[in-house]
């Protein structure tokens, strides 16, 4: 038997080890387009804990969080899976972030630079790839650990893949061929389909093009079947050769003028090839062999043949020659078309579709323009920004949900780290002294609300499981006054520093609220998702970011809300220093925002935004809104930054 064999395949008694499969609940963070109706009905479903309709689903998340979390609802349920898996190396991540034009002064100063992975997409490499030394003396290599991680990936899809379901798996040839070895393993060989060859165009990719072997110019998709049924609808592309070009074609023409390409007989019977003879549809050849005819179509100066699409795709040119309103400045970007065809071939309208490395949204928008149903995840927040615009950009676009697994994969990480639900309070300690840790500041002990010190400032940690509020600000902060200068440990100076995991809406306001009353200086720090992750908090590289800071401008006539973007500042994440000295206007950090005109404390609810995209690089910065009827309405408006970092505000008004 032909095996291929990775390291870490087989447990010690000879079993093939199984991808973990722990289902956590996802969280809605926003909806989209969702109609009131709707509306009522996600608050009904928050409220009796059921799914009343359907909703396409945008999930922020690692698939390996993600797969197994949609085991529960989905085992043997999506029609079709398209992945283009990550195979290279961090740069997958990496993308052109664009500093738009300073609206106020002359000439251009939009430039894009590079904005390299995040540590946490890196850290996802360095799973991915990662060779501890230990391992390396064994002879692990990265392939090993990719072939690992694309195995488990594969056993997931295999369980969510409906009876007839088909999944393509798009590589090239840096792990094709292995890759091909674990889908006949995880699908079985007598359920391979076909292995499609992408000519993508063009004379081929890299500086090696050229130098000492055929230039590299396609790509490679393997589809694989759950069973032997499968939905296939036969592909036709039109192709229009020039009369006068025909017959080189090799299209020939019969005694009525009529055009028709030949094939051999194939697998005809006798009886066939008689009746067809009856229609017209034989040919003999000179030397009198037997051929079928297909007649063509003929339009004025052209012959036309509908030709089956077979498994050697080269009608589709790649993203780098797409038009402007389809590029979405993401590196490894595909055609839509492409998409489109794999769709449109293994599944039906109303069916359901999954790519869980969606990156810039390709396959969720050739879905929904394609009247699919879709759920498409990615680990990068970038991903996920792109392809929301992506889907905006469509016209008529359904109502769509975003979502992430939040606190429950954080809480699953404290329960795995710190220790068991029973010793809570113990856990808790641990977990406060793991971040100060991580934070560099000193940990105190008898203190309610401060935890730590650093560089005299106290340090207040937010739990997992919960955003930090402005009641935990308050109190903090009362802590503070109350013990500056008394004891040992005490602050010295009224200054503080709170990490969380997520903070409550205006928490920024409130701060200069402390600030101006208490004369406390507070500052808000983002604790990364990446200290989930060990290697990473191993490598020590973990930073705290600050929040970034948004102010809304509003201002209400009769029932006419007018609302606009007063001012807005950037955490320096990832941006290089030069590139943050360039901008001269707060603006060109917005890439997008968007408006809930009547926020109830549940989901976010989009009903309005303004975007760049690079047919369009303008931001509205103003809107207006009329409403229905007058009250008291809560307003959130949701900045997204030119790295795909969300920030939002809380607007109250009174609408007469
Ligand atoms: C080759 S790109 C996909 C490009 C996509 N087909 C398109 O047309 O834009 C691979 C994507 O996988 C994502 N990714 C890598 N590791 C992941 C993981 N563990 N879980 C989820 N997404 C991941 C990356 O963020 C990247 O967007």
């Known amino acids: 038997m032909v095996e291929l064999i990775w390291d870490g395949k087989y447990d010690r008694d000879g079993r093939k080890v199984a991808p973990v499969r722990v289902a956590l609940p996802f969280q809605d963070i926003e909806t989209v387009n969702e109609s009131a109706q709707q509306r009522q009905l996600t608050l009904d479903r928050l409220t009796s804990g059921r799914d009343a309709t359907w909703r396409n689903r945008l999930i922020w998340g690692d698939k390996k969080y993600v797969l197994p979390s949609l085991l529960p609802e989905f085992a043997g349920k999506v029609d079709l899976i398209y992945i283009d898996p990550p195979f290279a190396t961090s740069q997958d991540f990496s993308f052109d972030a664009m500093i738009p034009d300073d609206p106020e002064t002359e000439g251009d100063q939009s430039r894009t630079f590079p904005k390299q992975a995040s540590i946490l997409e890196r850290k996802a490499y360095r799973d991915t790839w990662g060779v501890a030394p230990d391992e390396r003396s064994r002879g692990v290599t990265e392939r090993d650990k990719y072939i690992k991680w694309f195995y488990e990936t594969a056993i997931l899809l295999r369980d969510l893949l409906s009876e007839t379901g088909v999944i393509y798996v798009h590589l090239d040839w840096h792990v094709g061929h292995y890759v091909k070895c674990v889908l006949d393993d995880v699908f079985g060989e007598e359920h391979f389909r076909n292995e499609i060859v992408w000519i993508y165009g063009g004379s081929g990719r890299g500086a090696k093009a050229i130098a000492s072997q055929f230039p590299r110019n396609h790509d490679v998709i393997f589809v694989y079947s759950k069973t032997n049924v499968v939905t296939y609808n036969t592909q036709v592309v039109e192709r229009r050769v020039r009369t006068d070009e025909a017959h080189r074609a090799g299209y020939r023409q019969d005694d009525d003028g009529r055009w028709f390409k030949t094939a051999p007989r194939g697998d005809y019977t006798d009886e066939s090839v008689k009746a067809l003879d009856a229609q017209g549809r034989i040919h003999r050849t000179r030397t009198g062999g037997i051929r079928i005819k297909y007649f063509l179509r003929s339009e004025v100066g052209f012959v036309v043949e509908d030709a089956v699409v077979g498994d050697a795709w080269t009608d589709i040119p790649d993203a780098m020659h797409l038009p402007d309103a389809e590029r979405r400045s993401y590196a490894t970007q595909k055609p839509e078309a492409l998409l489109r065809r794999v769709i449109q071939t293994s599944c039906n309208e109303g ?292 790295l795909g970092n969300d920030t939002t505000a809380v607007v109250q008004v009174e609408v007469p």
């Open 351 to 642: 069916d359901l579709v999954l790519d869980c490395f969606v990156g810039s949204g390709t396959t969720a928008i050739a879905a929904e323009g394609l009247n699919r149903r879709w759920i498409a995840a990615d680990l990068g927040r970038f991903a996920i920004h792109t392809t929301r615009k992506g889907l905006l950009s469509l016209s008529g676009v359904r109502s769509f949900v975003v979502q992430n697994l939040g606190k429950y994969e954080r809480q699953a990480w404290q329960q795995a780290e710190f220790g068991s639900p029973e010793d809570a309070a113990e856990r808790e300690q641990r977990y406060r002294r793991f971040i100060l840790d991580l934070y560099r500041a000193t940990p105190i002990d008898g203190r309610s609300w401060l935890h730590g010190m650093k560089a005299g400032r106290m340090v207040h940690v937010g739990s997992v499981d919960a955003p930090v509020t402005q009641a935990d600000v308050r109190a903090a902060a009362a802590e503070l006054i109350r013990t500056t200068g008394t004891g040992d440990g005490a602050p010295a100076r009224a200054a503080l520093d709170i990490l969380g995991w997520e903070f409550a809406l205006e928490v920024n306001e409130l701060a200069k609220q402390v600030a101006a009353e208490a004369g406390v200086d507070v500052a808000f720090r983002y604790i990364p998702r990446e200290v989930l992750e060990k290697r990473a908090v191993e490598q020590g590289d973990i930073q705290f970011f600050e929040l970034n800071a948004l102010s809304v401008g509003h201002r209400v006539e009769g029932r006419t809300l007018k609302l606009w973007l007063r001012d807005f500042m950037m955490s320096p994440d990832g941006v290089p220093e030069d590139v943050m000295k360039g901008v001269t206007h707060w603006s060109q950090w917005v890439d997008y925002w968007a408006v809930d005109w009547d926020y109830r404390g549940d989901t976010f609810h989009n009903q309005w935004q303004s975007y760049r995209t690079k047919k369009d690089p303008k931001l509205e910065t103003e809107v207006n809104h009329t409403y229905d009827s007058g009250g008291s309405y809560r307003v959130l408006v949701k900045v997204i930054d030119i």
